[in-house]
Every structure is written in C-alpha cells, then in structure tokens.
C-alpha cells in the first residue's frame, strides 16, 4: 500500500510558536459572555460595540489563566449571521474591534488569532451560493488582517466545502490560517455532519491553503484524542485541538457541561503524544480549563 501524507507548507509563524512545544490556546468565550450578562439568543459579536470591557474581561482571564493565543469575539462576524440582528452593515468594525479587544488584553503576552465560524447558510441546499460565501469570508478576514491580527482560525465548521472557502479567502490576507472542523457524527462520532473523515479533512484543507489543520467542539476531550492522531497520520503538521468539557446536559433549560477541568486535563498527555501542538478547549471550558492544561503540560 502506498500511503501519501499531505505535506503542509508551514507559515513560519505557526512554526515559529509551535517549535517550543505544546502551546496553550484559549477556552470559550459564548459561555463566558453569557456569565457577563450576554443574554441568550443574542448576538455576542455585537458586544465589541457595545461592551468591550466585559469581552476584554473574557480575553484577560485566559491570557492569565496561561493562554498563549487567544482568540477573537468575532466567531460569527459575517455578513450573514449579523444580517439576522440587523449588522450586516458592520462586518467591518465588529472584527476590527474584536481584534483590537484581544490585543489590548494580550499585550506582548499572547497572539491574537481571529476567530472565523460558519456562515449559517448551507451550500448544498443551495440557500448560498460559492461566491457569495467567498465573498463574506473575504470580507471578514480583511477586516481582521488590517485590524492586526496574527492569524485567522477557520472554526466549527461542519461542511469541508465551506472550509475550504473560509480557508482561501483567510489564506488571501497572507495571515496564517488554521482550520477545523467538528468531528461528532456517525456511530463512532469521528465524522462530520456531511460524513467526511478526520482524513479527508486534514487533506481539504490543507489542499485549500490550511497550515494548521484540527477538529473543535461537538464532542468531549476523550474522542478527540484518536480524531487527532489520525489527522496527524494524514498530514504533516501541527494539530489544533479544542474540545468541549464534555456532552452537554439541559437541566431547567440551561446547557450544562460537567467535566471538570481535572477530568479535562489529564487527557493532554495523550493529546500531544497523538500530534496535538495547539490545545484550548471549547464550549463549555473555563480559565480553568486553561490552568489545568497548563499545569498538565508542566508537569
Ligand atoms: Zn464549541
């Protein structure tokens, strides 16, 4: 059998931070606006605007808690989930605040990556077309790139197509680019909602213009350990791991995710024997998620 590993053409940046070891990344930041105040079914980008001391709060903390990048409030700053609360207008200065916001908290501390989610539109239902996607992703990324950002993350994203959209228009500011996508479908939970294999994926999108490839969200810390090891035996590169603190519980209405960080934590071990050179958590994680990883790696 002839095994083809896709090399990846490193953006010296990623290699640069990467060549140390494991680099602790952030957790999340819905659920941490949410214990801010952020009320749910709002729009947590239009924050930046409106409160951009409780979104540096967020930031702050995980640059305390041991982050060594942090992220942006800008996950869903595209034309086309703002367009649903009115700010299709403010793609522009939505991301450019969100960067900004990070920056402040991260002094010379952390780099700051640009968050890029989903558009919310689906491609294969034809409910958007390529170029507009590509469009609204170009948009976003310039917005980010001029606003100073080190690199863009393509995040939870679930069709590989759109990825690799989000991908090349992030790829076109000459940042570096990280993508990933939720791996939660499928009787062993190592799919993506269109089907496609951790394989595939690391493949996509490095084909697209991905330095950095990995998986976030969408299951706990344990299923992500073999997701990792074999996007690593795909590609030659660094793996992005962010995973959520367990499956979520509804309990009187509220989403509830139980795994402790302890719990978190001591998979990383694990998760860096499997490739794993960028760990955070996602939905549900806390600074101390953060500390807990960090502690981990020391030891
Ligand atoms: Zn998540």
Redesign the pocket.
């Known amino acids: 059998m002839i095994v083809t590993k896709v090399r990846m053409h490193m953006h010296a940046t990623i290699e640069r931070l990467t060549s140390a070891g494991p680099v602790i990344t952030d957790g ?1 930041w819905g659920t941490q606006l949410q214990q801010r105040g952020l009320p749910l079914g709002t729009c947590p980008d239009a924050w930046n605007l409106k409160h951009p001391k409780r979104v540096e709060e967020v930031a702050r903390a995980y640059v305390e808690a041991g982050s060594q990048v942090i992220l942006t409030n800008t996950f869903g700053a595209n034309r086309f989930i703002l367009a649903r609360h009115g700010l299709a207008d403010k793609v522009a200065e939505i991301n450019r605040a969100g960067v900004q916001i990070s920056q402040r908290a991260a002094g010379d501390r952390a780099r700051v990556f640009g968050s890029m989610g989903p558009s919310g539109k689906m491609m294969i239902t034809g409910e958007v077309r390529e170029d507009e996607l590509r469009a609204a992703f170009t948009e976003q990324a310039r917005a980010m790139a001029d606003a100073g950002a080190d690199a863009v993350v393509v995040e ?1 994203m679930s069709d590989p197509a759109e990825a690799a959209l989000a991908v090349a228009a992030a790829r076109g500011t000459g940042l570096p680019v990280v993508a990933c996508m939720v791996f939660d479908s499928g009787p062993d939970k190592d799919r993506t909602l269109m089907g496609t294999t951790p394989e595939q994926a690391a493949e996509q999108l490095t084909a697209a213009g991905a330095d950095c490839v990995g998986s ?2 969408g299951q706990g810390v344990a299923g992500f350990v073999e997701i990792c090891r074999r996007m690593h035996a795909a590609v030659d590169g660094p793996i992005w791991v962010k995973a ?1 603190a367990g499956l979520p519980e509804i309990v009187d209405g509220q989403t509830v995710y139980r795994q402790t960080p302890a719990e978190f934590a001591q998979y990383v071990p694990q998760l860096v024997e499997a490739g794993a050179a960028l760990i955070g958590g ?2 549900g994680t806390t600074p101390e998620f953060i500390r807990a990883i960090r502690e981990k790696l020391r030891g």
């Open positions: 999340a939870t976030n969200c959520n996602c939905c």
